[in-house]
Every structure is written in structure tokens, then in C-alpha cells.
């Protein structure tokens, strides 16, 4: 594996989008190759110097409609509930 790519599979593991393939085969590079390991180290301890995001990224279109479907079946639920305890 090219360093390349061990850097984008690092990079992903970093923001939390690695695959279980990808996550496979970086622990197969992280077993091989002591400059993989290196330099993992190095990404761990840059993360943990920066502080956290001030914002999160916008939930996709599709999570608004889900949100708001359960908040009605939540409502429907609760309305059945406390029709039943009367």
C-alpha cells in the first residue's frame, strides 16, 4: 500500500467514515509497515491537540422527514397511552 493511501485511510478513520473493508485493510498496513504505525501516531496525537468542531454539519434532507414522522408517532403513542390510563 502507498503511503497515499494509508494517509486517506487514516484521514478516514480520523473523521469516523472508514469502512469495515477499509478498516481491514488498514490494520493489515498498520501490521506490516512501522511507518504506517508512525505515522498513525502522529495523526492520534495532532487530533487530540485540536479542539473539537464548532459546528456539526447539517443533518441530510431525508433525517427531517424521519425526525418528524417519529415525533408523531411518539405523539400518536402518547395520546393512546393516556387514553388507555383514563
Given amino acids: ?3 497515499q493511501q494509508i494517509e486517506k485511510l487514516l484521514l478516514l478513520e480520523q473523521t469516523g467514515e472508514l469502512s469495515s473493508k477499509q478498516r481491514q485493510r488498514l490494520q493489515e498496513a498498520l501490521a506490516t509497515s512501522a511507518a504506517a504505525r508512525q ?16 459546528w456539526q454539519p447539517p443533518h441530510p434532507p ?4 424521519r425526525i418528524a414522522a ?17
Fill in 39 to 54: 505515522q498513525r501516531e502522529q495523526w492520534q496525537q495532532m487530533a487530540a491537540l485540536l479542539p473539537p468542531p464548532a
Fill in 70 to 86: 417519529l415525533e408523531k408517532r411518539i405523539a400518536d403513542l402518547e395520546k393512546t397511552a393516556g387514553s388507555h390510563a383514563s
Fill in 1 to 3: 500500500m502507498t503511503p
Fill in 62 to 65: 431525508e433525517s427531517a422527514a
